[in-house]
């Protein structure tokens, strides 16, 4: 049976950092589960749907078709044969995507696929309902945290290499408090911590530190 090991978190945690690097350190496939949702939220913007009509966006989840290939230590996605890249990592995107990820047959189908991900093997799957919903049985549940100030400053950096920096980082810290807001509170799988996970705050450690301090509370035998 594959293991998991989940990780959750608010947006600018360090979530994808760490859960890439222990990946590639325990020969884990890393799964960004966020990356689905917002492949999603692209297709219904690009259709000019109204993310926030439910009834819509359902009708769009349920025709989208996301294929799933196991590439260089990461599960990739593809739609018509084509990678969204980073298309799917603009303001927009980041605007709309947790109206799109409230609704329940998103959450449904995004699930669905993350949970056949383990006939690939061995997965290391962050997102923000990943220790509550998707996975809440295995033993490796972590939920990464981190003020807003440095979160809002990982983002703008992180936009910024990829060329896609438009806004402040005031603007991008608004951002991130309206989506932890709108991510708290929905019906379906809310952002929260599970009980029983490792709650690790990141704002004042080092990423080393942090990837040591996931592998260090690993069952033993995932270690080696």
Not at 21 to 27: A, D, P, S, T, Y
Not at 32 to 45: F, K, M, N, Q, V
Not at 117 to 144: C, H, K, N, Q
Request: net charge neutral; charged share 30%.
């Amino acid at each position: 049976m594959a293991r998991v090991i989940a990780v959750d978190g608010p947006s600018g945690a360090g979530k994808s950092s760490v859960s890439r690097i222990v990946g590639e350190k325990l020969g884990f496939l890393h799964v960004d589960s966020g990356a689905l949702y917002r492949i999603i939220t692209w297709l219904c913007i690009d259709a000019k749907i109204d993310t926030q009509n439910p009834g819509q966006v359902a009708k769009t989840a349920g025709e989208v078709e996301i294929e799933l290939r196991p590439e260089n230590g990461h599960i990739a996605y593809y739609v018509n044969g084509e990678a969204p890249g980073d298309r799917i990592r603009t303001p927009q995107i980041n605007a709309n995507a947790s109206y799109v990820a409230r609704v329940k047959e998103v959450r449904d189908k995004v699930t669905s696929l993350l949970r056949s991900m383990t006939r690939f093997g061995d997965l290391v799957v962050e997102g923000r309902d990943i220790t509550t919903a998707v996975f809440p049985d295995t033993p490796a549940r972590f939920y990464l945290t981190a003020s807003a100030e440095a979160r809002a400053l990982r983002r703008q950096k992180e936009e910024a290499e990829k060329g896609i920096a438009f806004e402040s980082a005031e603007a991008v810290k608004a951002s991130l408090l309206a989506r932890d807001k709108i991510d708290s509170t929905r019906k379906f799988a809310p952002l929260k911590k599970a009980d029983g996970v490792l709650e690790i705050d990141s704002s004042n450690l080092t990423l080393e530190e942090v990837v040591q301090t996931v592998l260090a509370a690993l069952p033993q035998e995932w270690r080696k």
